[in-house]
């Protein structure tokens, strides 16, 4: 089992579409470990991009990110990474299948609409940057979650 970082982007959450792209992570058979609606700071969004901190459009990238609340989520599942990259679909959305979220929920690069984490090795430090404390991931639904289980 694997555990990915999924994040509905701010586009997303004021479209209302949260729900339906939920809805296609639990078709596919991925298990909702934590989710959360929270308005990320410029410190956390240039943190969660850091390995783009040197491109032309990393400005507008965490003022997009920060323009609005997000929905951050932890999915688990086999391959889990790779299975939430190829339901995601490519980064442009020009070049995204139909079928695929981006291919279907969106136009523009600057605006397409989720992220998912391109590695287990990003997904361990993107989980570890949204979810602290807080909010303990070994609950899932409200009900103790036993790892091992
Ligand atoms: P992905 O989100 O598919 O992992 P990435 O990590 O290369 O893609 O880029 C992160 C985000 O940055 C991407 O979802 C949208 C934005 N982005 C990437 N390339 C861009 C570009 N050429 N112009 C504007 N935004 C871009
Ligand atoms: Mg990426």
Redesign the pocket.
């Known amino acids: 089992m694997e555990r990915t970082f999924v994040m509905v982007k701010p586009d997303g959450v004021k479209r209302g579409v949260i729900g339906s792209i939920i809805n296609r992570f639990e078709q596919k058979g991925f298990a909702l470990m934590a989710i959360k609606l929270m308005q990320i700071d410029l410190a956390l969004a240039e943190e969660h ?1 850091r ?2 901190r040197t ?1 032309p ?1 990393f400005g ?2 965490v003022g997009y990110l920060t323009s609005g609340s997000v929905c951050a989520m932890i999915w688990e599942g086999p391959n889990a990474v790779a299975n939430a ?1 190829s339901l ?1 679909g ?3 959305p020009v070049e995204a299948a139909p079928g695929t979220i981006r291919g279907d929920y969106a136009m523009d ?2 605006g ?1 609409i989720v ?2 984490s ?1 590695s287990p090795e990003s997904a361990a430090r993107e989980i570890g940057l949204f979810f602290t404390q807080e909010l303990p991931i070994t609950t899932f639904m409200g009900f103790p979650y036993n790892e091992q289980s």
């Open positions: 991009y390995d783009l491109k459009f507008e990238l990259r995601i490519k980064t442009n690069v600057a397409n992220h998912g391109d």
